[in-house]
């Protein structure tokens, strides 16, 4: 089993900056991938951005070059740190963890097996 806690969300104006974080424990082996996803109201869950066991990265084109993702040294910790927020990144945001021995079929969030609670983000214009 892997429990994840999402902290760190809130409202900001557009072109702000908030810092997310995801506090993991349980089985690490089911901890391979780590990530964060978010849906707003009426769309489907997307993938934002997720980090391997490795520090690989992969990005969603969207938050490219402004969101960025990284994890403490002992694993057990996930932050998002979101620069030059936009309305439209408004949205619950989940921390989200996989095993296996990649990231794929990342940003689609099959495969990702434990999810936190979520955290909710508002980015006003």
């Known amino acids: 089993q892997v429990q994840l806690v999402e902290s760190g969300g809130g409202s900001v104006q557009a072109g702000g900056s908030l810092r997310l974080s995801c506090a993991a424990s349980g089985n690490s082996y089911s901890r391979y991938c780590m990530g964060w996803f978010r849906q707003a109201p009426g769309q489907e869950r997307e993938g934002v951005a997720v980090i391997d066991r490795d520090g690989r990265t992969r990005y969603a084109d969207s938050v490219k070059g402004r969101l960025t993702i990284s994890q403490d040294n002992d694993k057990n910790r996930v932050h998002l740190q979101m620069d030059s927020l936009k309305p439209e990144d408004s949205a619950m945001y989940y921390c989200?963890?996989?095993?296996?021995?990649?990231?794929?079929?990342?940003?689609?969030?099959?495969?990702?097996?434990?999810w936190g609670q979520g955290t909710q983000v508002t980015v006003s214009s």
């Open positions: 989200a963890a996989k095993g296996g021995v990649s990231c794929s079929p990342f940003p689609r969030a099959s495969g990702f097996g434990y």
